[in-house]
C-alpha cells in the first residue's frame, strides 16, 4: 500500500511540475483593418503631411515634410506622393512684399514621400517657389508651377534636374496634364491666361485668355473639355481642349463673394466640384448641362479639394479652421471636421 502511496504522489508531484513548465497564453494582437482608402492633407503654415483614415475619417500620422506644402499628387501606381514645398514667405493680395522677410531657396523643392511608410525620401529640386504642378502620364516628369519666376520647370523625377523651363506668365499656378499625356496647362494668375504646353516638345503653344486670376484646371475624362476657375470673376472657364480656345464661361456666384480655387471631377466624370475660398462653399456642376446643380456651405475658406473613389464623400481643406471637412455629396451636408495642422491647403484622396 505505501508503495502506491509514494507512486501516486510522485505521479501527481511530476503532472505538477509539467503544468507549471507550461507558457502563458499570448493574447491575440489586434490588427487594425486597413482603410479603404487614405486622405493626405498639406498643412501650409506648420509644414507637415496629414494622413486621415478614410473609413473611421480619423488622423492616422502626421510627418513633416518641410516649409509651405501646397500642391500634391500621387505617381500613377500610387506608391509615392510628391508635394510642392516653397521657402518663399505667403504674400496674399494686398501684401506689400517689400516688407517680407527674405526667401529662403533652399527650401524650394518637391518632396518625395513614400505613400505606405509615410516617411520623406527625398526632396528634388524644380526650381523657384514651386506651387502646384503634376505629372507626366508615366510618371518620369515633373509639371511645376514656380511662382515667383513666372516659368513652368520641367523635371526629371529619376535624376532630380530641370530638364527645361517654359515661360507661362506672371504668377503661375494651377498645373494639369491631359488625359491622353500629350499636353500639360498652366494658369497664370496675373495674365488671367492658361498656356498650352506641348509634352513632347517641351514647348509652349497656345496662351488662352480666360477670366481675372484663374487657379485650377480640370479636364473632362475624355480629354474633350477643360474648366478653369476664374477666383476674381465668380466664373468657370469651359474650354475646347482639343483647339485650345475658350466655349464660354459659367457663372457660379455674385463676382467678388464667390471666389472659385479648386475644380475636381468625380469619378464618374459626370460632376465637377470647385472650392470657392472665401465664398465658403463648394459648388456642383453638371457636366452634361455644364449648369450649377448644387452647393453646399462648408466652413471659412475651403481650398483644396478631393473625393473618395467611391464619389459619395468630399473632402475639402479649411486653412484658417485648421480643418478637412467631409461633405456627403448625395445629401450635400458636412457630416464632419477633422483637425489636421495649421493651415490645410492641399487634398489627396489616395485609395488602397
Known amino acids: 500500500m505505501n508503495t502506491l502511496r509514494y507512486a501516486a504522489a510522485a505521479a501527481a508531484l511530476l503532472l505538477a511540475a509539467c503544468s507549471s513548465e507550461r507558457p502563458a497564453p499570448v493574447a491575440e494582437k489586434k490588427v487594425e483593418p486597413k482603410p479603404a482608402f487614405r486622405v493626405f492633407v498639406t498643412n501650409e503654415n506648420s509644414g507637415e503631411l496629414t494622413v486621415i483614415n478614410g473609413s473611421t475619417l480619423e488622423v492616422m500620422t502626421t510627418l513633416s515634410v518641410g516649409k509651405r506644402p501646397r500642391g500634391i499628387h500621387a505617381s500613377p501606381d500610387r506608391k509615392t506622393i510628391y508635394v510642392a514645398l516653397s521657402g518663399s514667405p505667403a504674400a496674399p493680395p494686398g501684401v506689400d512684399e517689400s516688407t517680407l522677410p527674405p526667401p529662403d531657396k533652399s527650401a524650394d523643392g518637391i518632396g518625395v514621400v513614400d505613400a505606405e511608410s509615410v516617411k520623406l525620401l527625398r526632396t528634388i529640386k524644380a526650381g523657384s517657389d514651386p506651387e502646384q504642378f503634376d505629372l507626366s502620364r508615366d510618371g518620369k516628369l515633373l509639371f511645376v508651377s514656380n511662382e515667383d519666376s513666372g516659368e513652368t520647370s520641367i523635371v526629371e523625377i529619376d535624376t532630380g534636374k530641370v530638364v527645361h523651363s517654359v515661360k507661362v506668365g506672371e504668377e503661375p499656378e494651377g498645373v494639369t496634364t491631359s488625359p491622353d499625356g500629350k499636353f500639360v496647362y498652366v494658369t497664370s494668375e496675373d495674365d488671367g491666361t492658361v498656356t498650352a504646353i506641348d509634352v513632347e516638345s517641351h514647348k509652349a503653344i497656345k496662351t488662352i ?138 487634398v489627396l484622396v489616395l485609395p488602397n
Open 209 to 346: 485668355k480666360v477670366g481675372r486670376r484663374p487657379r485650377s484646371v480640370a479636364f473632362t475624362k475624355d480629354g474633350v473639355h477643360a474648366y478653369v476657375t476664374n477666383e476674381n470673376d465668380g466664373t468657370v472657364t469651359l474650354i475646347d481642349a482639343k483647339k485650345h480656345t475658350v466655349i464660354r464661361n459659367l457663372q457660379l456666384g455674385e463676382k467678388g463673394v464667390v471666389k472659385p480655387m479648386c475644380a475636381i471631377l468625380s469619378p464618374d466624370g459626370a460632376k465637377l466640384y470647385v472650392s470657392s475660398g472665401r465664398g465658403k462653399k463648394i459648388f456642383t456642376v453638371d457636366t452634361a448641362k455644364n449648369e450649377v446643380a448644387a452647393s453646399v456651405d462648408t466652413g471659412t475658406r475651403p481650398w483644396g479639394i478631393d473625393v473618395s473613389p467611391d464619389g459619395k464623400l468630399l473632402f475639402a481643406a479649411d486653412g484658417p479652421a485648421k480643418e478637412v471637412v467631409v461633405v456627403d455629396l448625395a445629401t450635400q451636408s458636412v457630416v464632419k471636421r477633422i483637425k489636421a495642422g495649421d493651415g490645410p491647403w492641399g
